[in-house]
């Protein structure tokens, strides 16, 4: 991906958040079960997208983030308690929590905080982790995006907020080098139903910590769904910037086709990797 003069890309763990957290490895370390099981040929329908060389490409690029602790999504109809202000009270010392047992917190305390009463958010989402991990992370696990910001995002959007991970990984590549955060093309629904915003970043100059914005999308049912430590969570691209600046526009002739396809006509399989395809860089 890089050449000899320029190939390293550097991940930086975040000073003082946790030991030996599972490490960003290139994305070919992380292919689904179910993938790895797929047999390169499925007799009704000849080779299957394991013998796609452009399918392989795109889940191969890169290297993946994976997550840093257990995850809980929690998707109903919730409500979050209020202190005696009105306040709601941070969702990392008391989690939103099921419309139906809301009033029986109302009096108990929580992390010190006390719940005066409980506000409707109606069918909605919220992220859980462990207490013990609250604990050792403070309230800097999590941030959280007015939904407002993601309003064109609403086909991917579930309930009514948008959270995001605060990054203990910091990025550094050559110069010239960016880096484009984007979700995981293909498999991305054999790890979670989060919906990341996707996003280039020149982290040649830039080596602060990228936040990870992300919703839920849309159509997840009512329930709890476990994100174990671990998950691949999102892609992570090294591109060089500024190679293609101009676009030009210009005729495909049908004999160019039918030639193209000729070709790939003379090979049971695998055609396109053996006649057009170059072996990327390691």
């Given amino acids: 991906m890089f050449s000899k003069a320029e190939k390293t890309i550097q991940f930086n763990l ?22 790895k099981e797929l047999p390169l040929d499925v007799a009704e329908y000849s080779g299957s997208v394991k013998r796609c060389q452009p399918f392989l490409d795109a889940v191969s690029e890169g290297y993946i983030i994976p997550s840093w602790f257990d995850m809980k999504v929690v998707v109903g109809n919730c409500a ?29 305390t929580f992390y010190d905080q ?29 941030g959280f995006h007015p939904v407002g910001q993601f309003k064109g995002m609403s086909a991917f959007l579930s309930g009514n907020q948008a959270l995001k991970l605060n ?48 919703v839920l999308k849309d159509g997840v049912k009512a329930g709890e769904y476990l994100i174990p430590k671990g998950t ?9 910037r500024g190679e293609l600046n101009k676009v030009s526009f210009g005729a495909s002739t049908r004999e160019t086709q039918h030639q193209i396809s000729s ?5 049971f399989s695998d055609a396109y990797k053996k006649l057009f395809w170059h072996k990327r860089r390691a």
């Fill in 263 to 267: 070709k790939l006509a003379t090979h």
């Fill in 80 to 108: 979050v308690g209020l202190d005696a202000n009105g306040q709601p009270i941070h969702p990392l010392g008391l989690p939103f929590i099921y419309k139906d047992f809301a009033d029986e917190l109302v009096g108990q």
């Fill in 114 to 142: 006390a719940v005066d009463s409980v506000h409707d958010l109606g069918f909605t989402w919220f992220l859980e982790v462990s207490p013990n991990f609250r604990g050792y992370q403070g309230n800097d696990i999590l």
């Fill in 14 to 35: 975040l000073e003082g958040s946790f030991a030996d957290p599972p490490k960003p490895q290139r994305s070919s370390k992380f292919f689904p079960q179910w993938f």
């Fill in 232 to 240: 691949p969570l999102i892609q992570v691209v090294p591109f060089k």
């Fill in 167 to 214: 990054n203990i990984w910091s990025i550094q590549t050559p110069k010239g080098w960016s880096v484009r955060f984007r979700n995981i093309p293909n498999f991305a629904n054999s790890y979670h139903d989060l919906c990341f915003v996707e996003a280039n970043v020149d982290t040649d100059s830039y080596h602060g910590c990228v936040n990870l914005p992300f």
